[in-house]
């Protein structure tokens, strides 16, 4: 029997618990139909975020990000790039700092794009500035075992 894997749906934020090994299969979260490990980058607002960071565990990567940063919107298609070669097995959302401002202020953020890795409840590990996917997912592989 497998274990079951705590995840925190990006799209409504209610909590889900989804057998480890069917963790490939799709899932989808039990109140909104919402995919839970799709590769996609989802947008969140900081509740949810909050509730994610804390909780999950599949890994998180999350990009602290504005519209108006001009490095953040180069990086958006290498951190899509990334959010599809790293799935299931971890999970890309990005929050803007903009519509957020409460978010780098619990978080630290002094400078965008800011990437942090969340893992079962801790923050595992940050990396600034816009990379190429290739980088984002060396780091997110050199932190957490996917």
């Known amino acids: ?3 079951g ?5 990006l799209e409504c934020g209610t909590p889900n618990r989804v057998p480890a090994d069917k963790l490939g299969a799709g899932p989808k979260c039990g109140t909104c139909g919402g995919r ?3 590769g996609k980058v989802r947008a969140l607002d900081a509740a949810t975020l909050r509730k994610a960071a804390s909780t999950d565990d599949v890994p998180l ?5 504005a519209p108006w940063c001009g490095p ?3 990086m958006a298609p290498e951190f899509a790039k990334a959010a ?3 799935a299931p097995a971890v999970r890309l959302a ?3 700092t903009q519509d957020h401002p409460k978010a780098s202020e619990t978080y630290g953020i002094r400078g965008i794009p800011a990437l942090i890795l969340f893992h079962k409840g801790r923050e595992v590990a940050r990396l600034a500035g816009a990379r190429p996917a290739a980088d984002i997912e060396s780091f997110v592989r050199g932190k957490v075992r996917t």
Do not use: E, G
């Not at 990567?61 to 990000?65: G, K, R, S, Y």
């Open 94 to 96: 990005k929050i803007d």
């Open 5 to 9: 894997l705590k995840m925190v749906c």
């Open 36 to 38: 839970l490990a799709d």
């Open 84 to 86: 599809q070669n790293l």
């Open 1 to 3: 029997m497998s274990t």
């Open 72 to 74: 953040c919107r180069m």
């Open 61 to 65: 990567l999350v990009d602290f990000w």
